[in-house]
């Protein structure tokens, strides 16, 4: 299990390798929506990009309803987060 620390660099590293975002602007409070302005095309794209980063799947049954409900960065920690919890 990676640390909280360990998340937050590599979600980072996803989102601007991915996007080309300005890591300035990745703060925990950011609006993938708004402020860094994802599409749901791009969102697609990161569940892709986080899957191969931290090495797991996404279920459709037990993870849709929470990828849909990730709006900042801070989400994706703590979605990452619970996910390794799961093991």
Known sequence: MISRKEIEKKVKEVLINE???DEAALTSEANLYTDLE???????????????AFSFKFSREKDEEKVRAIRTVSDIYDFIDSKQREG
């Open 19 to 21: 996007f080309e975002l």
């Open 38 to 52: 994802l599409d749901s095309l791009d969102s697609v794209n990161l569940v892709a990009a986080l899957e191969k």
